[in-house]
């Protein structure tokens, strides 16, 4: 069965980079640009996972992962955090004891690496 993957990130680029990389490697892949977007696709559509930008405006990452947490719906769904601005450990470290986060990694061109962390949270959460 096709696994459904939801991308809430500001970036146009990096959506569109994103729905093209895991639709090719057979994901249903639904991307919207803003936190509020976010919580709303996720609790329609209930994807197995999010990849989620930690930055975006009026609606910041950490809000969406507390969104989603107060919703039965969707507290289960494991949430990636992903950011291209430069974090120290203390931070990263606080975004993963939110229990719906599974990781939070820097954002590369390079999808390869996150591909192998959704295959490993999908096998596990």
């Not at 680029?13 to 803003?34: H, P, T």
Request: negative net charge; contains cysteine.
């Amino acid at each position: 069965m096709e696994k459904k993957l939801l991308v809430i990130d500001d970036n146009d680029e990096y959506r569109g980079l994103m729905l093209q990389y895991f639709s090719g490697k057979g994901y249903i892949v639904d991307a919207v640009c803003s936190g509020r977007q976010g919580v709303e696709k996720a609790l329609l559509g209930r994807p197995d996972i999010i990849i989620l930008d930690a930055m975006m405006p009026r609606f910041s990452g950490v809000e969406v992962l507390r969104e989603l947490q107060v919703d039965e719906l969707t507290s289960s769904i494991p949430v990636l955090l992903v950011s291209g601005h430069a974090f120290d450990d203390g931070i990263k470290t606080l975004f993963c004891l939110e229990p719906n986060c599974a990781d939070f990694l820097p954002k590369s061109a390079d999808l390869a690496p996150l591909h192998r962390k959704i295959e490993e949270c999908l096998s596990k959460w």
